[in-house]
């Protein structure tokens, strides 16, 4: 059955500021991947040209690096993971999401262009590897989050838009 015992029943908090306070954290986190799902597209397309400009690697070798890249996150993603579940539970979804979001702030300074030498190739590459775990991470334990904070009777909509969020990564 869909009704878990810990999803609240009722579909509407009790004042208007409260139900305004939830709709907006709903929307907040889903902001979160739509942003997310936008920004890996654009960072993959983006990192395989700076791989092949600057570091003069074929078509081949910068595609197998960003794939590399993007599979990264199957460890980070699995590690944060079991944080969360740990005794006691000191790390919690949104806790991991806020520390998340942050770090991808504090690293995107590391994607822009400072020049054509090495190092700065290098600190895009592993500003990207940042990156693009920031992005991965915020999107799924975003997605963890809204199913929790859901109602019962939110829970198919709110998977309705984050899934059309998906269309986004056609735009970057």
């Not at 999107?139 to 269309?167: P, Q, R």
């Amino acid at each position: 059955p869909k009704a878990e015992p810990d999803l609240p029943q009722t579909s509407a908090p009790v004042t208007l500021k409260e139900r305004m306070l939830h709709l907006g954290c709903i929307g907040f986190l889903v902001a979160n991947i739509a942003v997310a799902n936008a920004f890996i597209s654009a960072w993959q397309l983006a990192a395989t040209n700076v791989v092949q400009l600057k570091f003069q690697w074929s078509i081949q070798w910068s595609t197998v690096l960003v794939g590399g890249v993007s599979f990264t996150p199957a460890f980070v993603s699995p590690a944060l993971g079991r944080l969360t579940r740990s005794k006691p539970n000191i790390f919690q979804d949104r806790g991991i999401v806020l520390w998340t979001a942050a770090l991808q702030l504090c690293t995107s300074a590391l994607l822009f262009d400072y020049g054509a030498s090495t190092l700065a190739a290098v600190a895009y590459i592993v500003g990207g590897l940042l990156v693009f775990n920031c992005f991965t991470v915020l999107g799924m334990f975003s997605l963890s989050l809204a199913t929790k904070i859901s109602t019962v009777t939110e829970v198919d909509k709110t998977m309705s838009v984050i899934g059309l969020t998906t269309i986004l990564r056609a735009l970057g």
